[in-house]
């Protein structure tokens, strides 16, 4: 049985971790907190953690990836993509009016986490512009929230499993502001795992700290991969914490971390002066939507 650690049941993280194991023997362990997530796996009350990253319309989530990076030292066994569809979710009794139609003059509140809520801000404005956001630990906890609070006119942005598993009614479906709405999650833990489906490519994420006395630095370090002609398909720089002006670069490289061009690759960047740390490298699963 394989223990994984996840954030709340009906979250989107759920759902996704649903769609990559589900035909296999896990055992899932919910929290509230992202950080109790990560602290799972790395206390090793769980074998595996499931970490979204990054979303098509918010980009980076900056917060867990630092946890990645400052927190803990848990290498990324596994990347895939997911649609994070997104519902309003509610007691239909609440919000009828004599035709027995919907009346969104009724909502009080929305509830959500604060990358679920930023991605509907055009459904909400147009029409709830009245109600009050609040921002949630994750989306699962909003419909908890809405369901504990019934009469009160709340409602919640979440998933079609969330609203089954507090028996609430999806009041409108796929509210995002865009059709092509997709978050990466990564499954980190200590060793790699067998994922029955075959993967579409393979990844290697490194991270690199330059050497702060070696001018035009960075220009070096992907010249190193270019005439590789090593594809990166992310890049992205973040404060080390250290000192202000200090940043450490995100790479996400497409091939695995034993070929012979990125090995040459990493050697030559740490003989430029920079640091390199290893965080990850997996197999990449993409989001077939033909057998979804």
Not at 163 to 173: E, G, K, M, S, V
């Amino acid at each position: 049985m394989i223990r994984i650690a996840a954030l709340p049941s009906g979250s989107v993280s759920h759902e996704a971790l649903l769609h990559l194991l589900g035909d296999q023997e896990i055992e899932i362990t919910h929290h509230k907190l992202i950080a109790d997530v990560f602290l799972s796996t790395a206390e090793g009350k769980t074998d595996y953690s499931v970490i979204p990253i990054e979303n098509t319309i918010e980009g980076s989530v900056s917060l867990h990836m630092d946890w990645l990076v400052h927190e803990v030292d848990i290498p990324m066994q596994a990347e895939w993509v997911y649609p994070s569809i997104q519902n309003l979710i509610g007691n239909r009794s609440e919000f009828g009016n004599e035709k027995n139609e919907l009346d969104y003059s009724g909502v009080q509140k929305v509830l959500s986490h604060p990358v679920a809520m930023a991605q509907c801000l055009h459904f909400i404005r147009k029409e709830m512009p009245h109600a009050e956001l609040e921002h949630v630990g994750s989306t699962a906890e909003a419909v908890e929230m809405v369901s504990k609070n019934a009469g009160k006119g709340w409602t919640a942005i979440g998933t079609s499993l969330g609203a089954l598993r507090y028996n609430l009614d999806i009041l409108a479906d796929r509210v995002t502001d865009h059709d092509n709405n997709y978050t990466r999650f990564v499954l980190i833990g200590p060793q790699p795992i067998q994922i029955a489906r075959a993967e579409d490519h393979t990844k290697t994420s490194i991270l690199v700290t330059l050497s702060e006395d070696f001018a035009g630095a960075l220009h070096q370090v992907l010249a190193t991969f270019s005439w590789r002609k090593l594809n990166l398909s992310r890049i992205e720089s973040r404060p080390t914490k250290k000192k202000l002006g200090s940043y450490y670069f995100y790479l996400d490289v497409l091939a695995p971390q034993d070929s012979i061009l990125l090995t040459a690759a990493l050697e030559e960047i740490t003989a430029l002066g920079c640091q390199v740390r290893i965080l990850g490298s997996y197999p990449c699963f993409e989001y077939n939507v033909v057998s979804k």
